[in-house]
């Protein structure tokens, strides 16, 4: 308790000797977030700004948000230099890398300003969600490229663990660790690697009065709804899903015990476009993330197309993402051609206990191959082929494949979908 007050003393003393920036970043996301202060005012600035300071945007006439392109991340690659502010350019800057796992990683340029942001955001979302500053937690990551010093995690009061070899052996270490240091109050952590763990102490048949942890952040890939569940169980708390990414930082999460996304709208502007043309989405239709980061300048994002998929029943603003839904890569599509995500799979297989992980793989535009953690005599292949059709369609050609485990990405990230027919 004592450790947790310090370095949250510690941290703001830090931040008062600084100008109390995180601070005033702090509050305005506060009065934001509680509508007391209307969000998007800094909407203008930022298109004026990158506008008159951004190379690529030079051309631009009249900045307003519709007037910008939608960005991908192979643009900025090969435009890197035109993406980078004239008024930072010799200043001290701060970078950081994407993971890579779309195969497009990329370095991304943050000015000091963005930095206090992102602290400050990331300070009010977990506060929001019962983590506060300065508490001992478990981080359960890929840290593929990290060079968090061990100081800087001292300080952050943080245990990492590391999904690229997250064995038997490793598993037992860190269940062992959560009954013994009953101060570690909360993990952050792979939703693939949340599975795996969660599974592992279901199977050693723990319980919620073994462990002292009073909240849960799922974050980097989808997190089913049979595992939150699990998690739920397994440590009687809340299971946060925290949207993020390295190019901006926290964009959404959800509250305790409710699937819906809160939006970030105090340090970005939203939109959800269709799939196939930079046009809004309908309410409740499926749509690509495009955020445009407020407080970015050294490297500003504006119209930025994520990669992810989500939904809203928001008509106009955007304020909430009713379910989240992935990567439009990991994307695969029925015998019709309509796009399935992992989200839709998972209503139809996480119903059968006994299957314990799963990856769908399409190889042509009507033949799929099922891979399966799961005895063969429990669920036999014409079922579970049955159990794909009702999703992918009668005409699907499936192919059941039993198998002792299914490996994680490079990244240490899981796949549920993959698609090899290239539609």
Request: contains cysteine; proline residues 2%.
């Amino acid at each position: 308790m004592w450790s947790e007050q310090i370095r949250k003393a510690g941290f703001y003393t830090l931040d008062f000797f600084n100008g109390s920036i995180v601070r005033k970043h702090l509050k305005d996301i506060s009065d934001k977030m509680n509508n007391r202060k209307e969000c998007y005012n800094e909407l203008s600035d930022i298109l004026r700004y990158v506008k008159e300071n951004v190379p690529f945007y030079y051309g631009i006439k009249i900045p307003e948000i519709k007037e910008f392109p939608v960005i991908k991340k192979k643009i900025i690659k090969e435009n890197y230099d035109l993406f980078q502010s004239r008024e930072f350019l010799g200043r001290k800057l701060f970078t950081s890398y994407t993971s890579g796992s779309s195969g497009e990683p990329l370095i991304i340029i943050h000015d000091s300003g963005k930095r206090h942001r992102v602290k400050a955001d990331l300070i009010f979302f977990h506060g929001a969600n019962r983590w506060n500053i300065g508490e001992r937690f478990i981080h359960l990551g890929g840290f593929y490229g990290s060079r968090t010093s061990k100081a800087m995690q001292l300080a952050q009061n943080a245990v990492r663990v590391s999904v690229l070899d997250f064995n038997e052996e490793a598993k037992e270490s860190l269940r062992k660790l959560l009954k013994t240091d009953k101060k570690i109050r909360v993990i952050l952590g792979y939703a693939s690697a949340l599975d795996d763990f969660v599974e592992y102490l279901f199977r050693k048949n723990d319980n919620a009065n073994m462990f002292n942890i009073k909240v849960i952040f799922s974050d980097s890939d989808t997190l089913s709804n049979r595992t939150k569940k699990r998690l739920e169980k397994m440590f009687g708390c809340p299971v946060i899903n925290r949207y993020s990414n390295e190019e901006n930082g926290v964009l959404a999460c959800t509250t305790p015990y409710d699937d819906n996304f809160l939006l970030n709208r105090a340090s970005f502007f939203f939109e959800l476009l269709k799939l196939d043309r930079d046009e809004p989405v309908e309410p409740g239709e499926l749509g690509r993330v495009v955020v445009t980061d407020l407080y970015s300048r050294a490297m500003p994002f504006i119209r930025y197309d994520t990669g992810d998929l989500a939904t809203s029943d928001d008509k106009n603003e955007i304020k909430v993402f009713t379910s989240f839904q992935g990567r439009v890569s990991d994307l695969i599509k029925d015998t019709k051609g309509n796009l399935i995500s992992s989200v839709i799979i998972s209503d139809y297989i996480d119903a059968y206990s006994e299957i314990k992980k799963y990856q769908l793989i399409q190889t042509e535009s009507k033949t799929y191959t099922l891979k399966v953690v799961c005895d063969d005599t429990v669920y036999t292949e014409e079922f579970l082929k049955n159990k794909c059709r009702e999703f992918l369609g009668d005409d699907a050609v499936v192919t059941i494949d039993y198998v002792k485990a299914i490996p994680n990405e490079t990244t240490g990230k899981y796949k549920s979908l993959i698609n090899l027919a290239g539609i």
